[in-house]
């Protein structure tokens, strides 16, 4: 199964918005709510930052917002700040017990 | 504090295998479906496979069915990752995972090991 489709990079400006977006297919993204996204930074390991489409863990900055629509989930992080620069990944069930990441997604803070 | 630490990781000949393991602390390992994620070097994440919090069910990825078996032990708060047939393409950072919700093996990842590289090089 191919990875969920997402752009290679996003760039923003301090205090702007950005979207990422993540593309699957009706197996995967489009049939569960099961959509979580991970924040990346270079030798360090993933951080959770949105599961089930929506939902924030304890601790995580409301600037983290994830939604989905059809086939395909985003996360839009508001007020950009230069620790927010790292690489993005979603996440989806794929069915059968198995779940699929994306690509993954460099953010850039100009 | 929750804490996942993985260790085993190395440098292996192609072919050869190896074990990973992963030691839980600080929460009750025995209710959360464990999963191990993997990085190769410039890649993205990939995941591997998953294990029921009571171990009588195990999922993988396409791509690691044959060659890698996942266990774990409730008894010592440990998760292991046997991979077997060991090619370049297994060169990466492995991280266990604990899945968001007690009891269930099919959604986040909430804590994560720091990772264990493994090298396969000849």
């Known amino acids: 199964q191919s990875a969920l489709t997402q752009f290679a990079s996003v760039s923003g400006s301090p205090g702007q918005s950005i979207t990422i977006s993540c593309t699957g297919t009706?197996?995967?993204?489009?049939?569960?709510?099961?959509v979580s996204w991970y924040q990346k930074h270079p030798g360090k390991a993933p951080k959770l930052l949105v599961y089930?489409?929506?939902k924030r863990p304890s601790g995580i900055s409301n600037r983290f917002t994830g939604s989905k629509s059809g086939n395909t989930a985003s996360l839009t992080i508001s007020g950009l700040q230069a620790e927010d620069e790292a690489d993005y990944y979603c996440?989806?069930?794929?069915?059968?017990?198995?779940?699929?990441f994306g690509g993954g997604t460099k953010v850039t803070v100009l | 504090q929750v804490q996942l630490v993985e260790s085993g990781g190395g440098v292996v000949q192609p072919g050869r295998s190896l074990r990973l393991s992963c030691a839980a602390s600080?929460?009750?390992?025995?209710?959360?479906?464990m999963h191990w994620v993997r990085q190769a070097p410039g890649k993205g994440l990939e995941w591997m496979a998953v294990?029921?919090?009571?171990?009588?069910?195990?999922q993988y990825a396409a791509s690691m069915k044959g060659r890698f078996t996942l266990s774990r032990d409730n008894s010592k708060n440990m998760l292991y990752l046997q991979m077997n047939s060991l090619t370049a393409e297994d060169t990466a950072v492995y991280y266990c995972?604990?899945?968001?919700?007690?009891?269930?093996?099919?959604?986040?990842?909430?804590?994560w090991g720091q990772g264990t590289m493994v090298t396969v090089s000849s």
């Open positions: 995972a604990r899945s968001h919700r007690a009891w269930s093996s099919q959604d986040a990842f909430d804590v």
């Open positions: 600080g929460f009750s390992f025995s209710e959360y479906g």
């Open positions: 294990i029921w919090y009571d171990g009588t069910n195990k």
């Open positions: 009706s197996s995967d993204v489009g049939s569960y709510d099961v």
């Open positions: 089930e489409v929506s």
């Open positions: 996440c989806s069930y794929a069915g059968s017990g198995t779940l699929i």
